[in-house]
Nanobody, 126 residues
Framework: QVQLVESGGGSVEPGGSLKVTCVVS????????LAWFRQAPGKEREKVAS????????TYNGPLTGRSTISLMKTTKTLSLQMYRMKPEDSALYYC???????????????????WGRGTQVTVSS
């Protein structure tokens, strides 16, 4: 059984940094893509970044481009998202997701994900 468990959320002041992590347990099998999404109240879930299961081709989407780094520790299957120069509009529930197949086969839709974590709350406020 595949499980994705996020942690590391919390509160940070504008301009600060925060790292969220996701541990993947169970076997997805074959090639797969890991991604971070976020969803703020009243807004659609949006893709933030993705990376292949072998750690290749980190890709960024949306407002956190240039202010975040996605990484994967393959031995422990721990996915991370380090965020920098954070803004109040970055406040959201951050989700870890996985989809079978390489990342280039996954557009921006959350509907294509095969597995989801429960999310971790990130709040940027002074």
């Amino acid at each position: 059984q595949v499980q994705l468990v996020e942690s590391g959320g919390g509160s940070v002041e504008p301009g600060g940094s925060l790292k969220v992590t996701c541990v993947v347990s169970g076997s997805i099998g074959g090639h797969y893509c890991l991604a971070w999404f976020r969803q703020a109240p009243g807004k659609e879930r949006e893709k933030v970044a993705s990376i292949n299961h072998d750690g290749s081709v980190p890709t960024y989407n949306g407002p956190l481009t240039g202010r975040s780094t996605i990484s994967l520790m393959k031995t422990t299957k721990t996915l991370s998202l380090q965020m920098y120069r954070m803004k109040p509009e970055d406040s959201a529930l951050y989700y870890c997701a996985a989809k079978t197949g390489r990342c280039h086969t996954w557009g921006s839709s959350p509907d294509d994900a095969n597995y989801w974590g429960r999310g971790t709350q990130v709040t940027v406020s002074s």
